[in-house]
């Protein structure tokens, strides 16, 4: 069944109306009408089957028939901050993030950035409907949110309950001992950071920041060739998830 998205909490048997946007690809684009079933997604890991009764002014008008929990979801919250990437590079990571199971992502300013984070460029609103099409596409049941970027001074690791930053120059930790290490301390549905420099590298001085963050923070290898920024935290992420997640 298809899949839509419901900006709020609906109840069975209530009638909701969906907004114009998911209205235009159910009525229009996909041309479904009155008696199709589809399934409502509404951010919080909740997916609804609904049928459509009508249509009211461009808008289609919906009721919910039963609820289920989303089993697509993850069991952990990873968060990626990412330093950010040249032009583009971003879309590229948002999308695969998102369908590899990430929670959140922050793109970060570092020292070695090439490019300087810009203000409300219309950037944000197209990284997130990124993150919308692939949620949808790989029938997730939450929205990942990406946030505005920031300094890396300005995140807050601190409640975390494992940071795994990957540094290319790290030549002990690989990523699988030290989930080895920090698995049995584990709780079901952890606070995960993961965080990837940018195409420069981080410089010295962000590791040790990084590492004094969090008492449970670790510079981890991705293994013996250096990756691009924008395969290191797919890399990450997908070799997490095989180890969390089986
Ligand atoms: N310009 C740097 C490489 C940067 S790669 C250099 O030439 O050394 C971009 C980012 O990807 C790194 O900062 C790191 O976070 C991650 N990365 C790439 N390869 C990695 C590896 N083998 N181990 C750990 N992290 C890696």
């Known amino acids: 069944m298809r899949r839509f998205f419901l900006d709020k909490c609906v109840e069975i048997g209530e009638e909701v109306m969906l907004d ?7 009525l229009t684009v ?14 919080s890991g909740c ?5 459509i009764l009508r249509e009211e002014a461009g808008c289609a008008v919906l009721e919910v028939l039963s609820a289920a929990v989303s089993d697509a979801e993850p069991a952990n919250n990873v968060v990626l901050f990412q330093g950010l990437p040249k032009a583009g590079k971003l879309d590229l990571i948002i999308q695969k993030c998102v369908e590899l199971g990430i929670s959140a992502i922050r793109p ?18 197209r990284f997130n409907r990124i993150s ?28 975390f309950d494992l ?10 930790l ?20 993961l965080v990837i420099g940018p195409e420069g590298g981080f410089d010295e001085s962000e590791v040790e920041y990084l590492l004094a963050s969090n008492k449970n923070a670790f510079s ?27």
């Open 174 to 193: 690989t990523l699988k001992l030290a989930l080895e290490k920090a698995k049995p301390d584990l709780k079901h549905n952890a606070d995960i950071a």
């Open 220 to 246: 981890v290898s991705l293994g013996k060739r250096i990756l691009r920024t924008e395969t290191a935290g797919l890399a990450m992420l997908s070799m997490l998830m095989y180890e969390l997640e089986g």
């Open 47 to 51: 997916e609804m089957t609904a049928e």
């Open 108 to 125: 970060v300013s570092m020292k070695r950035c090439v490019v300087k984070p810009e203000k409300n460029d219309g950037k944000l609103a």
């Open 20 to 26: 114009a946007e998911e209205s235009r690809h159910m």
């Open 30 to 43: 996909l041309r479904m009408s009155a008696g199709d079933r589809l399934i409502l997604i509404n951010g």
């Open 132 to 159: 919308h099409e692939a949620a949808k596409q790989c029938l997730r049941s939450t929205v990942p949110e990406v946030y505005a970027p920031v300094k890396l001074a300005e995140c807050d690791f601190s409640a």
């Open 163 to 172: 940071v795994l930053v990957a540094f290319e120059g790290e030549e002990k």
